[in-house]
């Protein structure tokens, strides 16, 4: 078996527990290792195979997990193509939920479109649909039955927040107790290090991880008040604060590239996913594990800039 039956298995069943989707990658022989909630940071290579599945199937727009699904712990979104048109050309990413009867519709109806199925490693098959401009996928979408999102990466960019917005961070008490462990985010090593409690008063500007056993929290303090914010976007917080870019563009090549430590938040990161349909490519040099984002045009490259308020290297 492979993720594409776990994608099948969960279009199915529609929503469910984390318990459920544990117990799916375990009978479907994707083995899930022990481990509890991944660090932010966290190298691919280094989480558990249930987790690399649950934050890949989120990044590619396949499922929304914990907030996004609602009362259930996972939900996996309706069939969409996600649509990128660019001068003579555009290209549909299929998301959501899979059956085989509409894998059948797809592959009978491809008319003008084009199809291509790529595979990554821990990912459901990324099936692309290209054609001669927008109205060739808008008909294939029509025979198929599935319902389109035109512009994809743009419209998903413009209706994200900033990650210094008021409404990404809500008021937060800072755990008490012995057992936390206490780091702070460097912006300048892009690693976590080290601290203690001492360094939270009158913090300035700081984004502190405490962990515990399988609870992990961030917390933002700006001006000595502490706030929860999800790590990702803290992280983005605290450079856009101290003026590290750490966003880099190749404009020939419309490739866009990042530290792994700094991975864009997760729709930031779909938006990215969607212009190619093919998850970012890591490659380890000296400075770090960089992630490589292909097929970005100019303009998304500086909304996503927009959204992390980075300022765009080229």
């Known amino acids: 078996m492979n993720p594409n039956a776990l994608l099948l298995w969960m279009s199915a069943r529609g929503e469910g527990s984390w318990q459920q ?5 375990e009978e479907l022989h994707l083995p899930s290792e022990a481990g509890g909630t991944p660090d932010d940071d966290a190298q691919p290579s280094g989480l558990p195979s249930h987790w690399r599945l649950r934050l890949n199937m989120q990044r590619l727009g396949h499922a929304e997990f914990a907030a996004g699904a609602g009362e259930a712990d996972w939900r996996v979104t309706p ?19 899979r059956s085989d009867a509409l894998l059948a519709r797809i592959a009978a109806c491809a008319g003008s479109a084009s199809i291509q199925t790529h595979s990554a490693d ?13 109205n060739a996928l808008l008909l294939f979408a029509n025979s198929t039955g599935i319902q389109t999102q035109l512009q994809a990466p743009t419209a998903l960019l413009l209706n994200i927040p900033r990650v210094d917005d008021r409404t990404v961070r809500r008021p937060a008490d800072i755990p008490m107790g012995t057992d936390w462990r206490i780091e702070r985010f460097s912006a300048t090593s892009l690693c ?11 913090c300035k500007a700081g984004l502190f991880r405490f962990s515990a056993l399988y609870q992990r929290q961030t917390i933002l303090c700006l001006r000595g008040v502490p ?44 938006a990215l996913v969607l212009c190619s349909g093919r998850p970012p490519a890591n490659q380890a040099g000296v400075g770090g594990t960089t992630l490589y984002y292909d097929g970005v045009p100019p303009d ?15």
């Not at 989707?21 to 990658?25: E, G, K, L, M, Q």
């Not at 101290?242 to 490739?255: A, S, T």
């Open 192 to 202: 976590w290090s080290a601290a203690s409690r001492g360094d939270l008063a009158g």
């Open 122 to 134: 821990f990912c459901p098959d990324q099936i692309l649909v290209s054609g001669p401009d927008q």
């Open 21 to 25: 989707f544990r117990a799916a990658v």
């Open 227 to 270: 706030y929860s914010v999800p790590g990702l976007v803290g992280k983005y917080a605290i450079l856009a604060r101290r003026r590290r870019w750490v966003i880099r563009y190749d404009r020939q090549r419309e490739q866009l590239s990042v530290p792994a430590s700094c991975r864009p938040p997760f729709l930031v990161e779909r």
């Open 79 to 97: 069939p969409t193509l996600a649509v990128h048109s660019r001068p003579g050309r555009a290209l549909g990413i299929l998301v959501g939920a």
């Open 300 to 314: 998304v490259a500086h909304l996503a800039c927009g959204v992390l308020r980075q300022e765009l290297q080229e």
